[in-house]
């Protein structure tokens, strides 16, 4: 695993060390709802660019736009059984 040094290589090292401790301290169930959070996150920003990309789909092809990007398109393909577009 790299060292937080080289996650946060534009960051500077003392807020990088700060931010360290903080999540160390946090409890087990803090840090497991703040990654959720941040996974909820993601999502959104995915969701949003989808249907910036495919104004005039229909939710299930957004669904599958959307499982092509953070899955693949042949897991995508096999769950929803559609390849709009030919995929992301």
Not at 18 to 23: A, D
């Amino acid at each position: 695993m790299a060292a937080p040094a080289e996650w946060f290589g534009d960051t500077n090292p003392e807020t990088t060390k700060l931010y360290v401790e903080l999540h160390r301290k946090m409890s087990e169930a803090e840090r497991l709802t703040r990654v959720l959070e941040l996974c909820e996150f993601q999502r959104g920003l995915v969701k949003s660019n989808v249907q910036e990309m495919y104004s005039g789909a229909s939710e299930e092809e957004i669904r599958y736009q959307m499982a092509a990007r953070i899955y693949g398109r042949d897991l995508a393909r096999a769950a929803y059984g559609l390849d709009v577009d030919g995929g992301v």
